[in-house]
């Protein structure tokens, strides 16, 4: 079944940021020392019931990244960060979750100001 929805699941993501590009955010995914993945993300406010366990901050925000642009990188989770690419602003990630049709990244992550 779910084979079935990836390729409805991938024009939708596709159209997601492409009406979204405004919005973007060009940065650079870092696996920890394993490699690291140019990405462009939309940024929302995190759902606080999204954070079973963790404890909201207002630096906390919720991060959508086309999962093909993270292809290259596997095993994706916290202590990961972003670099964006204009600032430098870090965002920690907090949780890692690929969606069911494999075709969009959501994560938790916490700004880092330094």
């Known amino acids: 079944m779910i084979a079935l929805l990836t390729p409805t699941a991938e024009k939708v993501t596709g159209k997601?940021?492409?009406?979204?590009?405004?919005f973007l955010v060009t940065a650079t995914y870092h696996r920890g020392?394993?490699?690291t993945?140019?990405?462009?993300?939309l940024?929302?406010?995190?759902?606080?019931?999204?954070?079973?366990g963790l404890s909201l901050e207002p630096n906390d925000e919720q991060v959508?990244?086309?999962a093909k642009d993270l292809v290259s990188l596997t095993q994706l989770q916290p202590d990961d960060y972003l670099i964006d690419a204009s600032g430098g602003l870090r965002r920690n990630v907090l949780t890692?979750?690929?969606?069911?049709?494999?075709?969009?990244?959501?994560?938790?992550?916490?700004?880092?100001?330094?």
């Open 64 to 66: 959508f990244v086309d």
């Open 33 to 35: 020392l394993v490699g």
């Open 96 to 114: 890692a979750h690929l969606d069911v049709s494999k075709t969009m990244w959501t994560f938790i992550t916490r700004r880092v100001f330094t």
């Open 16 to 22: 997601l940021f492409e009406f979204y590009a405004e």
């Open 37 to 41: 993945a140019s990405v462009g993300y």
């Open 43 to 52: 940024v929302s406010p995190v759902p606080a019931n999204l954070l079973v």
